[in-house]
């Protein structure tokens, strides 16, 4: 009888501890949530009224396709805008800066014009020395999915393709806190579910037993992200050893020790066997 009522005891515990994981990892989530919600409102951005970003189809100035599905993985600044817009020109000079500083890190600006014509956004963005991506959205359909009834409109869309912010009217994008704001949702990515730059540790026995840096001047950083601290610099021809290897959104990083003695992480594609 004492034996059973251990195992009911015991039976008892292992549940209440299967049952607990989940609470504590929505409590995770629900903290992380809280700490991207603030970061977009200590910046001037308001929580939108939709959650999932609606994707669409539409054409570049150049005739390409462009569709939000294509920035799965990455933040997006998904911004309204027209050529004739005072607030829009205003604010683009901004937004052309933060593409500068984070763009192909995990980051993207795409723009959307309305209901104007190729030749006449090519001319403008040529003239003010605009790099980013613009759609052409002439009948204005996409903007009606996104419920802007007034230009410039932005949202930030996460790697998942949730809208997480939404700013109506101009702004300074590249404002220091802004830059601060944004170097912490893209490299806290993994953290606020963006999926940028997700990485997965894989086996050691993978491991080749030197690398040897590509060029000079290679980082080496603290994280494997190339927006953390640089540890040290590489020049052409110096061998490191491999402590470990992570990979993910399309990028391998390998662990390295320097003969030195710094560890860090480095690019796959800076390095060679």
Request: net charge positive; hydrophobic share 40%; proline share 5%.
């Amino acid at each position: 009888m004492h034996g059973l009522k251990n195992r009911f005891l015991g039976i008892g515990l292992v549940a209440a501890l299967i049952a607990a994981v989940p609470f504590r990892a929505l409590a995770q989530q629900s903290k992380t949530v809280s700490s991207v919600d603030e970061l977009i409102k200590s910046i001037g951005l308001s929580k939108p009224a939709m959650s999932g970003a609606p994707d669409f189809n539409l054409l570049d100035t150049n005739g390409n396709p462009v569709g939000l599905t294509a920035y799965r993985g990455k933040l997006v600044l998904l911004n309204f805008w027209a050529t004739w817009c005072g607030p829009c020109k205003e604010e683009m000079p901004s937004m052309e800066r933060l593409s500068l500083n984070f763009g192909g890190h995990g980051f993207a600006v795409l723009a959307i014009n309305q209901r104007e014509n190729a030749a006449l956004v090519n001319k403008f963005m040529k003239t003010h020395g605009l790099s980013f991506t613009t759609a052409l959205d002439t009948t204005g359909r996409v903007a009606g999915y996104y419920r802007v009834y007034g230009i410039p409109v932005s949202y930030l869309v996460d790697g998942n393709g949730q809208a997480i912010g939404m700013k109506s009217g101009p702004m300074d994008w590249s404002s220091p806190p802004v830059l601060d704001v944004f170097r912490k949702l893209i490299g806290d990515g993994n953290s606020a579910g963006m999926t940028i730059g997700s990485m997965d540790l894989e086996p050691a026995n993978r491991l080749p037993s030197t690398l040897r840096a590509r060029s000079d001047g290679i980082a080496l950083r603290g994280q494997q992200d190339a927006l953390s601290e640089v540890v040290g610099k590489l020049v052409r021809g110096d061998e490191v050893t491999p402590l470990g290897r992570a990979s993910g959104a399309g990028e391998i990083w390998y662990m390295v020790r320097t003969k030195t003695g710094v560890v860090g992480w480095v690019r796959g594609g800076d390095v060679a066997e």
